[in-house]
């Protein structure tokens, strides 16, 4: 299998960072949505277009796009037979890719209050979120990119 892996290697790479980028851009733009949605009256047309907006961002482009950079991820990891694991730069990115995650899990509870028209938080919050994934993105993409060839 790990042989099998290594012959396909280049298409999974792609595979992989097609992935990524169609997270990365629902994780950029998740929040955008937020800062405009916080500025709607609960009820009104605008805040349920919004709604719609933010639940088919995340269960149409989000959610997949995050289960399949992680399985295309781990099978990279595989298909070096697991030699990846032993460089300090990739236990970096995994847990910067861990607090992606954990960014992921707290814009879902977002959706799901403004889903119940909660406006627990300002527009202002949802501006300085806006930035925790740009940074986290750059960190792992320098880490993998300037990690693997150093
Ligand atoms: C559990 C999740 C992930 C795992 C296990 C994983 C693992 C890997 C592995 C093993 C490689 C191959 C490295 C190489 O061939 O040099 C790779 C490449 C890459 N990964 Fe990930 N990755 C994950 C998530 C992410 C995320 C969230 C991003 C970006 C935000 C990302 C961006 C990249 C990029 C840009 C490359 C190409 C690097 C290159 O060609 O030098 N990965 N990943």
């Known amino acids: 299998m790990t042989l099998?892996?290594?012959?396909?290697?280049?298409?999974?790479?792609?595979?992989?960072i097609t992935a990524v980028i169609a997270w990365m851009a629902g994780m950029l733009y998740?929040?955008?949505?937020?800062?405009?949605?916080?500025?709607?009256?609960?009820?009104?047309?605008?805040?349920?277009?919004?709604?719609?907006?933010?639940?088919?961002?995340l269960k149409a482009i989000i959610n997949p796009a995050m289960i399949a950079s992680v399985i295309l991820g781990v099978l990279l990891l595989w298909a070096s037979d697991w030699?990846?694991?032993?460089?300090?730069?990739?236990?970096?990115?995994?847990?910067?890719?861990?607090?992606?995650?954990?960014?992921h899990g707290v814009m879902t509870g977002h959706v799901r209050r403004f889903r119940e028209d909660q406006r627990a938080r300002t527009a202002r919050y949802y501006r300085v979120m806006n930035e925790i994934p740009t940074v986290l993105m750059i960190g792992i993409v320098v880490l993998v990119v300037v990690g693997s060839r150093s």
């Open 4 to 16: 099998f892996l290594a012959d396909i290697q280049p298409w999974i790479l792609a595979a992989h």
């Open 30 to 57: 998740l929040p955008r949505l937020f800062v405009y949605h916080s500025g709607t009256m609960p009820g009104s047309e605008a805040s349920e277009i919004f709604k719609v907006m933010e639940r088919r961002l």
């Open 83 to 103: 030699a990846f694991l032993k460089h300090g730069w990739m236990h970096a990115k995994l847990t910067l890719v861990l607090l992606m995650g954990a960014v």
